[in-house]
């Protein structure tokens, strides 16, 4: 059977991967201006027809994955790079070469776009039993509830912990959306673009807290300090609220190249 062509990434300028990975038929190949990186793979495992069988190969395609990111993370240290998803295929250069000329305007845009920058992302956890046990210090409203309580006989104090229990939930919803919201606006005035991602279920997040936010940023690199830094405070300001944030980068700027 004939080799397929797996692409990894495109560039402006030439990479430097020779003598770091050790990878059979990992090349550079030119098109006008750009530099692609790509690899060819037997059609058996990648055709169109094979791949589906492949991917249900849990330890081919956890070995294929992790060696198609180590590569797109290598380049992307080096130069600014337009990456691909691990299984886009071309059946020949002829097809890559069409596609490249295809696209080449669109390559060079996103290229503009993304040099100097990287990509960030930001979930926020919320334990809503932390919030609660302590809403009489983050809420003015359930603090002078509760002093109403006690200030109150028996049966009126009964009736009024029952009341609180419905305040306790709605000022938890509120000052979650609070919290979340100074989060956002702190770092989004440090991002060149951003964009919202939906919420992960618990059972895919791995976490028991619910996800409350999910946001990926495109950081200037002489931004990034700032970027750390203003987490690192907001993840101080918000844990003893209950709060659990999480950054990650950098990252392969896939959520903002649009080809």
């Not at 190969?57 to 998803?85: A, C, G, N, Y």
């Not at 100074?182 to 618990?202: G, H, Q, T």
């Not at 993840?235 to 950098?250: D, L, R």
Request: net charge negative.
């Amino acid at each position: 059977m004939n080799d397929l062509i797996s692409i990894y990434c495109i560039s402006n300028s030439s990479p430097d991967f020779f003598g770091k990975l050790e990878l059979d038929k990992l090349q550079c190949v030119v098109y006008d201006s750009f530099y692609v990186s790509i690899k060819y793979v037997p059609e058996s495992e990648f055709s169109d027809v094979n791949f589906k069988s492949s991917m249900s190969d849990i330890q081919w395609m956890e070995s294929h994955v992790q060696e198609h990111s180590e590569i797109i993370h290598l380049l992307m240290k080096q130069q600014t790079i337009i990456p691909f998803r691990f299984g886009t295929i071309f059946h020949n250069e002829d097809s890559l070469k069409c596609f490249i000329d295809g696209y080449s305007c669109s390559i060079s845009d996103n290229l503009r776009f993304i040099e100097g920058k990287e990509e960030w992302s930001i979930k926020m956890y919320c334990d809503r039993k932390v919030m609660e046990e302590k809403i009489d210090e983050l809420s003015p409203e359930a603090a002078a509830f509760e002093m109403q309580i006690m200030e109150s006989s028996p049966g009126k104090a009964y009736l009024l912990r029952r009341k609180k229990d419905n305040l306790i939930e709605i000022e938890v919803d509120k000052l979650c959306k609070k919290y979340v919201d100074e989060c956002y606006d702190a770092i989004k005035n440090l991002s060149d673009a951003l964009e919202l991602r939906n919420l992960v279920p618990k059972e895919f997040a791995g976490r028991q807290e619910p996800m409350v936010l999910n946001v990926s940023f495109l950081i200037n690199k002489n931004k990034v300090a700032d970027f750390n830094n203003t987490v690192t405070i907001l993840v101080e300001k918000y844990q003893q609220a209950g709060f659990i944030i999480e950054s990650t980068g950098p990252c392969p700027p896939f959520t903002f190249i649009s080809l």
